[in-house]
């Protein structure tokens, strides 16, 4: 079974976060980056299933900026056998459509058996990425999943749906996208950090996964115009001296609040 | 073959598993009338029933279809309703809700017809050159537009986000014929509508949210967030902490990985206020934070803050208000 997960590079969201108002991208040396949580979780659901079945093959694939290497790094310390990196001065930028497209090349690039990603990242937040992907491979999309069971030739688990849950079936080749319900990731033992180093780490362009950037057959999203809004501010802070409650319900009262 | 407006703006209205329209349709279509007219999809097994809703709250024109594998199929046999009634319009735009089942349809549609997607707007706007999506990014801190290079944009709306709501309008339905893409696709085995027994306003879209954190201590404390909420006529909202803990479900997350609430007021009880949780409230208009300890970040972007005991002021504000209800 050879799994992919989709990893990715985001501003570590306990610190501010920014955008840079000329360009419009997110200012990555404003913020210490980290690999997105959900991906962590996602490449644990394939770790785990690789802990009791020997012949899986775990590859980590992120589109990224070369810079955020070591970040995906951190996938293969973490067990992962091998990253795959898609870089290009083309992608700087890349709206959803393209961003998918990309994947899905690189997907076709590298071969799958199941593709696992987040159900959203926590900077774009599209949640869109790995339906757009399914769609543009020809396969099922198994998405926001609570729980995963992957078997032979297939996978299922409980879909957490707008109106309640739902059980789903796909069968394999098929991309799943996990919600943050499932476990959090297992951390990078010192050993996993020095396998790491040998471990195939593969940099493609998009011009190796076949895709083009620039084509006018696809319509692109694009930014017209961004400003950042002033941040707010503290307003009255009280401690409380046993009439807390009152007060609070006196200054709901006054602002027509309750 | 009918003839559809130019400035068609094709609206995919969401359906509840039992078979309703859901709120985010009023919003939708609401949206829909500000740039053009509105012609809404619904994809349901009895369609026509949900028509006059769907016309009530705005549209123009109403199309209902019930492809083969709908309901045993994820994602894909909307998606091919959608590219049929797309294909049919012609619309100006496409606008989807930012649900977890409308967005997934509007990737997969966006994906196969080469559109260009721009999801969770807040609202559309339309200049000279078409329709234009606004977002609030980073938990509020970017207003960001967005247009298309050319053709119609896909874009999903944030649910509860907008405001506007068109006027109803006669009552006018056309059956659409799908052909199935035949499109891999996952199967549903079975479906478990989540019962809404509480009385409460929805979460997404409601004007007073009343949230609880870790501060609540346990699940049967946290009925003390309840009973606030109760008396405010509030929603109820929870960190993604006291989710964990399992004190509420998951679908009570406010935050980054959560719901996003703008109301007018904003409650955070034991909750210390971590970056990822204000991503989802500081857009509220007014911010209210009860919090033992000082130093809490929540403190940072509340109007009124109260450091204090949760369990000593809220059962007082309680029997304020009851007080004066009385
Ligand atoms: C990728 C990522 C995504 C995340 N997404 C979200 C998200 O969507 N939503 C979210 O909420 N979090 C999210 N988090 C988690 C977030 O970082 C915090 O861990 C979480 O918000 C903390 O919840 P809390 O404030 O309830 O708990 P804590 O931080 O433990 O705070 C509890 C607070 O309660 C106060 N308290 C305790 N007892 C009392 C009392 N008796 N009276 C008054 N005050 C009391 C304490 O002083 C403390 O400030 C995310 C984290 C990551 C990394």
Known sequence: ?258 | MTDYPADSILVLLDTTPSGALTKSAAGLLGAAAGVGTPVALIVAAGGEQLASDAAALGAARVLVAEPTELGAQLTVPVADALAAAAELVRPDAVLVSNSIEGREIAARFAARSRSGLAVDAVGVSRDAEGVIAHHSVYGGAYNVDSAVTWGAPVITVREGAIDARAEAQPVSIERLEVAASARRAAVIDSVDEAVVTSSRPELRGAAKVVSGGRGLGSEEQFALVDQLADVLGAAVGASRAAVDAGYVPQSYQVGQTGVSVSPQLYIALGISGAIQHRAGMQTAKTIVAINKDADAPIFEIADFGIVGDLFTVVPQLIAALEARKA
């Open chain 1, 1 to 258: 079974m050879k799994i992919v997960v989709l990893v990715k590079e985001v501003p570590d969201t306990y610190g501010d976060r920014k955008l840079n108002l000329e360009t419009g991208l997110a200012d990555r040396a404003a913020s210490d980056t980290v690999l997105d949580e959900i991906g962590e979780r996602a490449l644990e659901v394939a770790l785990s299933y690789a802990d009791g079945h020997a012949d899986t093959e775990v590859v980590v694939l992120s589109m990224s900026p070369e810079a955020a290497a070591a970040t995906v790094r951190k996938g293969l310390a973490m067990g992962a056998s091998s990253a795959v990196q898609l870089v290009d001065e083309a992608l700087v930028g890349a709206d959803l459509g393209l961003t998918a497209e990309a994947l899905a090349g690189a997907l076709q690039h590298i071969g799958y058996d199941l593709v696992i990603a987040g159900n959203e990242s926590t900077d774009g937040s599209g949640g869109v990425l790995p339906a757009m992907i399914a769609e543009l491979l020809d396969v099922p999309n198994a998405t926001s999943l609570n729980s995963v069971e992957i078997a032979e030739g297939e996978v299922r688990g409980e879909r957490a749906s707008d109106h309640g849950t739902m059980q789903v079936t796909a069968t394999l080749p098929a991309v799943i996208s996990i919600t943050e319900r499932l476990p959090d990731a297992r951390f990078p033992n010192f050993k996993g950090i020095m396998a790491a180093k040998k471990k195939p780490f593969e940099t493609l362009s998009l011009a190796e996964v076949g895709v083009d950037a620039e084509t006018t057959e696809a319509s692109r999203s694009i930014m017209i115009s961004l400003a950042e809004k002033p941040p707010r501010t503290a307003g009255t802070k009280i401690v409380d001296e046993g009439d807390a409650g009152e007060r609070l319900a006196e200054y709901l009262v006054q602002n027509r609040l309750a």
